[in-house]
């Protein structure tokens, strides 16, 4: 039995170690010593797997050194793609693993890639430094695939064993190969199909796709609110006929949907075209930060609320609710508008490590253990403004009745409330 070696234990890397390491012998390994270390002691930073989910796998290993990948054969690399400060790919993370892999890289061995990128990375870009560094000949001496990853953070509903996955290989019996492989650990099936590049393109498209449809929803909201329509009973409504697509409007962030489309705009200017509608649903979801700021300031001036010195309670900075995710999270956009009109902002969030908040956006994260609770309900009164940024399941043990009030501003850009106790909401 071949053993594998996941690279890159994050969000994507570990549930793969986990399942694998179930059944086969399994190395999972990450550069971060401090990573690897903490899930030997049964630790993980990113709360999605508990210590006893870590200590129970029978074949797996942890590791940072290149010398304990020797022995396997079929490598899966799962390192970021971010975009960088000028939202363009930045593909450093799968480069530089190409690069280590290419070092060890042997007769027969097969690498199958499962960061996101666009069409042609893997063959185009990842292909020729594995021959380069390894001397090897491609589908000759060693072989690839592409797997694209479908971990969705915080949802315990749609986990890696119940999600079909998509299958690419390099050759028709190496696509073979790996599907057997991940039929091991995906009960939900696998779909195989043609080439690598196609598998490339299917992961792009489901992003994107997401992504124009919420910045559709987002400019329908913009919209509906200068005719003074309320966007959730335009939608409520608007879910009775059978083939409407329940999409919400909101803020766009995370690791996905919020970077993806920069990859898929990145190849299509390089082939002369200009993806209009794609481009335009990123500045319309990148701008709703500065637009529900915008909405909530104006409600603020109706209830001649001094903007300058206003004390602001933001509820949320995680990308979404219920998950510690705070990658490119965009509620930091409504808290930098904020400050630039001189508010005083205050985050609360239950879910978010408050070290790596602050090493990412440098705000201090605030304790709800700070707040009186009476009844158990947390009081927020000594607020002008409250917005909800993100519907985390612990904000419903706020009392949000103290600032239901003509002096204060409620803001709600999730819906979780009543609409008739909030000021304002998409």
């Keep these: 039995m ?10 994507v890397g570990l549930p793969l ?10 190395i999972g390994f990450d550069i971060n010593k401090d990573r690897i270390n903490e899930l030997k002691l049964g630790h993980d930073s990113t709360n999605e797997f508990s210590s006893e989910n870590l200590k129970c796998v029978e074949f797996l290993q942890y590791s940072y050194s290149l010398d304990d990948l020797l022995s396997a054969q079929i490598f899966i690399v799962a390192v970021p793609t971010p975009v960088n400060a000028q939202s363009q790919p930045d593909l450093s993370n799968l480069l530089k693993s190409s690069e280590m892999i290419g070092k060890i890289l042997k007769q027969d061995d097969i690498v199958i890639y499962e960061s996101t990128v666009y069409p042609g990375v893997t063959e185009d870009e990842c292909v020729p430094i594995l021959e380069r560094i390894s ?10 695939g592409y797997s694209p990853e479908r971990i969705n953070p915080g949802d ?14 390099s050759t028709p019996a190496i696509s073979q190969e790996i599907n057997e492989l991940y039929q091991e650990i995906i ?14 393109a299917a992961k792009m498209l489901e992003n994107v796709q997401r992504d124009v449809n919420i910045a559709f929803m987002n400019e329908i909201a913009r919209i509906f609110r200068l005719m003074n329509l309320d966007t959730r009973e335009v939608l409520k409504a608007a879910r009775t006929k059978w083939n409407f697509i329940p999409y919400e409007p909101g803020l766009v962030g995370g690791h996905c949907i919020g ?8 190849k299509a200017c390089q082939l002369k075209y200009y993806p209009e509608i794609i481009l335009s649903a990123r500045r319309m979801n990148d701008s709703m930060g500065c637009f529900i700021v915008e909405q909530v300031i104006k409600l603020m001036i109706r209830k001649n609320i001094q903007i300058n010195g206003a004390k602001i309670l933001i509820l949320g900075i995680t990308f979404k609710e219920n998950c510690h995710d705070i990658r490119n999270s965009k509620v930091i956009d409504i808290i930098n508008k904020l400050i630039e009109f001189g508010c005083l902002v205050d985050v609360v969030d239950p879910w978010a490590d408050s070290e790596k908040v602050y090493n990412e956006y440098k705000i201090t994260l605030k304790s709800a253990n700070e707040f009186q609770m009476i009844d158990k309900k947390i009081i927020i009164e000594n607020y ?8 985390h399941q612990e904000f419903s043990l706020y009392d949000f009745s103290s600032i239901s009030t003509a002096n204060k501003v409620l803001y709600d850009v999730k819906g979780i409330l009543p609409k008739d106790i909030v000021d304002g909401r998409l």
């Design 135 to 144: 001397g090897l000949k491609y589908n000759e001496n060693f072989f690839c």
């Design 384 to 391: 002008d403004t409250v917005i909800i940024a993100v519907a």
């Design 2 to 11: 071949k053993t594998v070696a996941v690279i890159g234990l994050g969000y």
């Design 187 to 200: 009960p939900a099936g696998t779909y195989v199909v043609p080439s690598i590049r196609v598998a490339e």
């Design 259 to 266: 970077i993806d489309s920069y990859y898929l705009i990145h």
């Design 17 to 26: 170690s986990i399942e694998f390491g179930k059944y086969r012998p399994t």
């Design 156 to 169: 315990q509903n749609h986990q890696l064993s119940n999600v079909c996955k998509i299958i690419s290989g």
